[in-house]
């Protein structure tokens, strides 16, 4: 397991327990809620979409050594 792997498994945990923080204060109808959550719904949508980048950079590299 690299250290890419090891920052972007932490980055979605955190991204999840905001998320579901977030869920938990709106509607408990706490303003601060709705911020938690849209951070965490962010963070996670970052993380994943900088994974799939570097999969497919990976990928095209392999391809271009072959």
């Given at each position: 397991?690299t ?15 905001f ?9 408990t ?7 938690v ?5 962010a963070?996670?949508a ?5 994974q799939n ?6 990928a ?6 072959q």
């Open positions: 397991m250290t890419t792997d090891k920052v972007s498994i932490t980055a979605l945990a955190v991204g999840l327990v998320a579901i923080t977030g869920m938990i204060l709106a509607f109808g706490s303003p601060a809620g709705i911020w959550l849209v951070t965490g719904v963070l996670f970052v993380v994943k979409l900088t980048f570097l999969l497919v950079r990976r095209v590299r392999r391809n271009k050594l």
